[in-house]
């Protein structure tokens, strides 16, 4: 086991934590509730959509969506996050998690640790490599400071706008590899 370290602005909820548990359970729920209506509301903003354009699009009302929004709803259904996601065009990812991982993960986030593109966004920005160029990602690391760089066998070239990160697979993994600046 890792030795976790707390900030001290954190250290007064973890103590808590040890002497209630009750304490983390509600914790617990009301991050799930929280987070997830206020990723849906940045969601929306992201995408420079309205509430009455979410609502149009997943058929419902603006009213419906603001209860959504709204952090001390709570009681959003998972068909509902499914519905939600094909929408915005991404994926739902739920999860358990540890109760110290959800503290460090959700102590401090801004709303732009919310956003998330869409596979459309996201598509043009993924390169493809055959199996046997797998040794060619220490070199697309170790060049992406470059407009674009051409993997030999790869489908496509790895074009890179300024701090973006590129998706490559291949042999069935996938790894992230993020632009270098010079």
């Given amino acids: 086991m890792r030795v976790r370290?707390?900030?001290s602005s954190m250290e007064k909820t973890f103590r808590r934590f040890q002497t209630r548990q009750s304490a983390?359970?509600?914790?617990?729920?009301?991050?799930?509730?929280?987070?997830l209506a206020h990723q849906i509301r940045v969601l929306r903003l992201q995408r420079g959509w309205s509430q009455k354009d979410l609502a149009r699009m997943l058929g419902t009302t603006q009213a419906a969506?603001?209860?959504?929004e709204d952090p001390s709803y709570g009681r959003i259904s998972f068909k509902t996050i499914?519905?939600?996601a094909r929408v915005f065009d991404v994926a739902p990812m739920v999860r358990f998690v540890s109760t110290l991982q959800l503290l460090r993960e959700r102590w401090a986030v801004?709303?732009?640790?919310?956003e998330v593109a869409s596979f459309e966004e996201e598509a043009p920005h993924v390169v493809i490599l055959p199996p046997h160029h797998a040794s060619e990602f220490r070199t697309v690391r170790a060049q992406c400071h470059w407009?674009?760089?051409?993997?030999?066998?790869?489908?496509?070239?790895?074009?890179?706008?300024?701090?973006?990160?590129?998706?490559?697979?291949?042999w069935g993994s996938v790894r992230q590899i993020e632009p270098q600046t010079t």
């Fill in 5 to 7: 370290y707390l900030s």
């Fill in 24 to 35: 983390r359970h509600a914790f617990a729920e009301a991050e799930a509730v929280t987070s």
């Fill in 65 to 68: 969506v603001s209860r959504l």
């Fill in 82 to 84: 499914v519905q939600l």
């Fill in 110 to 114: 801004r709303p732009e640790d919310l």
């Fill in 147 to 170: 407009q674009s760089h051409q993997v030999p066998g790869a489908q496509g070239a790895l074009s890179l706008p300024a701090a973006r990160t590129v998706t490559a697979f291949a």
